[in-house]
Nanobody
Framework: QVVLVESGGGSVQAGGSLRLSCEASRYTHKMGWFRQVPGKEREGVAGIYSGSGRTYYYDSVKGRFTISRDNAKNTLYLQMNSLKPEDTAMYYC?????????????????WGQGTQVTVSS
């Protein structure tokens, strides 16, 4: 079992920045950030392999978002810059084993409760 606790969400104007954090109860091989708006599927935003540090991004956030993790603290981060109103969503942290697609929901076994990000125009 892995417990994930997100923090750092909030409200910001378009063009602003936020940094999300996710503290995990233990080390996991793969971690990721997902987001969901009401009525839509949860989509992968970014993923990272804890050992290699290799990262993956959804096309619409490339160049604006950066995923990273501090293995000593078992903490995952998502730095979000140049935020747009369409980035508004509930953001979820996820963790899991294996080498399946780090941007696919099915690749993760553990989920946080989510943190809301709201970007106003």
């Amino acid at each position: 079992q892995v417990v994930l606790v997100e923090s750092g969400g909030g409200s910001v104007q378009a063009g602003g920045s936020l940094r999300l954090s996710c503290e995990a109860s233990r080390y996991t091989h793969k971690m990721g950030w997902f987001r969901q708006v009401p009525g839509k599927e949860r989509e992968g935003v970014a993923g990272i392999y804890s050992g290699s540090g290799r990262t993956y991004y959804y096309d619409s956030v490339k160049g604006r978002f950066t995923i990273s993790r501090d293995n000593a603290k078992n903490t995952l981060y998502l730095q979000m810059n140049s935020l747009k109103p369409e980035d508004t969503a509930m953001y979820y942290c996820a963790a899991g084993p294996g080498f399946a697609d780090p941007l696919a929901r099915e690749s993760y076994a553990y989920w946080g409760q989510g943190t809301q990000v709201t970007v106003s125009s």
